[in-house]
């Protein structure tokens, strides 16, 4: 069904999904040749950093904004077809994985361009994008049912995403905040990115990153799982 919704969305197209990786690129050497220059950084570290931090960062804000329309955007089939409601989020995670992975391509170029130190640490990338494709599985559920029931949710996230796009270390790094370098670190949208960057730069992560992301996957889990329970007869009427 993900696979099906990608070609559908570029059913017609020359290129089709490459699309997604061309605007990435294209986005990625905008900002590569800009903010170097604004920020007073190496272009050979920054255009590595940047490109793992916005593939990323699209990655995981796609599951929050997407993951509103968990439901509601597959109410045909809801209202029709007694299948499980965890069908829609299980479609919706893997769909933007394969957008990730389209759009990843864009990572080995880069590296190659700008030669990174890798070491075997890269393997990382394995749990962290596990542990990213759960918190997306919890994420796409709570908000797909808040979204169902109050449908304010959606614009309201959407604003909160463009503005922790600014406030996480995406394009640019911690150490900038000088003292206030640990607020950025705390952030749990930096620990998300972080544990895939890391491992691709071949440096370590930020102290808290691993233990922050797994218990925010603990916690939304737990919570994302007793309200389901409690309110999954009721989605069929919200949408």
Same mark, same amino acid.
């Given at each position: 069904m993900a696979t099906q919704d990608i070609r559908l969305r570029y059913r017609g197209s020359l290129?089709?999904?490459?699309?997604?990786?061309?605007?990435?690129?294209?986005m990625i050497l905008a900002m590569g040749v800009i903010y170097p220059r604004l920020l007073n950084a190496d272009t050979t570290k920054y255009l590595p950093f940047l490109t793992t931090g916005l593939?990323?960062?699209q990655f995981?804000?796609?599951?929050?904004?997407?993951?509103?329309?968990?439901?509601?955007?597959?109410?045909?089939?809801?209202?029709?077809?007694p299948?499980?409601?965890?069908?829609?989020?299980?479609?919706l995670v893997y769909r933007n994985f394969l957008v990730f992975l389209h759009n990843?391509?864009?990572?080995?170029?880069?590296?190659?361009?700008?030669?990174?130190?890798?070491?075997?640490d890269i393997l990382l990338i394995v749990p962290a994008l596990? /542990? &990213?494709?759960?918190?997306?599985?919890?994420? *796409?559920?709570?908000?797909?049912? =808040?979204? $169902? +029931? %109050?449908?304010?949710?959606?614009?309201?996230?959407t604003n909160i995403v463009q503005v922790l796009f600014f406030v996480t270390p995406i394009f640019w790094a911690p150490d900038a905040l000088g003292p206030y370098q640990r607020l950025a670190e705390l952030n749990p949208m930096?620990?998300?990115?972080?544990?895939?960057?890391?491992?691709?730069?071949?440096?370590?992560?930020?102290?808290?990153?691993?233990? /922050? &992301?797994?218990?925010?996957?603990?916690?939304? *889990?737990?919570?994302?799982?007793? =309200?389901? $329970? +409690? %309110?999954r007869s009721r989605i069929s009427y919200w949408i």
């Open positions: 290129l089709g999904p490459l699309w997604l990786t061309l605007s990435t690129g294209v593939i990323t960062w995981i804000a796609s599951l929050i904004i997407e993951g509103c329309t968990t439901f509601t955007a597959a109410q045909g089939i809801i209202l029709q077809a299948l499980p409601f965890s069908i829609h989020v299980y479609r990843f391509a864009i990572v080995p170029v880069v590296l190659l361009a700008f030669p990174t130190p890798i070491g075997p596990l /542990l &990213l494709a759960v918190n997306g599985a919890w994420i *796409s559920t709570l908000f797909g049912m =808040l979204s $169902a +029931r %109050f449908r304010d949710v959606p614009p309201i996230l930096f620990a998300a990115i972080d544990v895939v960057r890391a491992p691709l730069l071949g440096v370590s992560p930020a102290p808290y990153s691993w233990s /922050l &992301l797994v218990a925010l996957t603990v916690l939304g *889990s737990a919570v994302t799982f007793v =309200l389901f $329970a +409690r %309110f």
